[in-house]
């Protein structure tokens, strides 16, 4: 694991994890560690099990700390407020509310809640992934596939400024895996735009063809 930071990362630095542990009863995910992730597409490597999306739940302020800090240089007193941040755990069951709710409907409340929302972005990514025959359905309805589509284009036209996305490629058909990594490809330079700069971090166990990570943070297999 790089428990580094880049001292000159601070201008363009969305996330520091210093010195941080955290974990479950009787299993430690991170002791003590520090990292810095930038504006940009940002990968967290490893393989099943090393802690992926642990990392991504502390990232989103849903997995507590035993201790350190997660600072958010971007936001007010250093603190992520929940407009700033696009976090669906693909892996959580959906409530009652959520299951029977239409998925068009789910995406209207998202409008809602991300001030940066961009509607053309998710037509876009609702033409890319395929979606549009899916909308008019409850969520409960869809495949884990069709589902895991809908929380990435939502995520990335929630324009937010950290956007967390696990195993992208699971679950999902060839040409929606291809488009994942054209979106993801074709978004890179965005992300680093001085004027708000913005960072999506990926989980997944490989590097994956074609993208162009600003940073990955490799995470060790637990002996």
Not at 81 to 105: K, T
Not at 141 to 156: E, H, I, N, V, Y
């Amino acid at each position: 694991m790089n428990s580094e930071l880049d001292d000159g990362c601070e201008s363009l630095c969305m996330v520091q994890a210093l010195q941080v542990s955290f974990g479950y009863p009787g299993r430690v995910v991170a002791h003590e560690a520090s990292h810095c992730w930038h504006a940009g597409l940002c990968l967290l490597q490893g393989d099943e099990g090393t802690g992926k999306t642990s990392w991504l739940k502390a990232l989103a302020g849903q997995l507590p700390l035993r201790m350190g800090l997660l600072h958010y240089p971007f936001a007010d007193n250093g603190r992520l407020a929940a407009s700033s941040c696009f976090w669906q755990d693909p892996r959580q069951p959906l409530n009652d509310v959520y299951s029977q709710m239409p998925a068009e409907s789910w995406v209207a409340l998202q409008r809602t809640l991300y001030p940066h929302w961009s509607q053309q972005q998710f037509e876009q990514h609702v033409q890319g992934f395929g979606l549009e025959p899916h909308l008019h359905k409850p969520l409960l309805a869809l495949s884990s596939g069709t589902q895991r589509k809908l929380w990435m284009a939502a995520g990335w036209a929630s324009a937010a400024e950290l956007v967390l996305i696990d195993e992208p490629l699971a679950a999902l058909d060839k040409p929606s895996e291809r488009y994942v990594q054209h979106a993801l490809a074709a978004m890179a330079a965005e992300l680093k735009n001085p004027a708000r700069p913005r960072s999506v971090i990926v989980a997944h166990w490989d590097a994956m063809q074609g993208v162009d990570w600003e940073d990955v943070m490799e995470l060790a297999t637990s002996p």
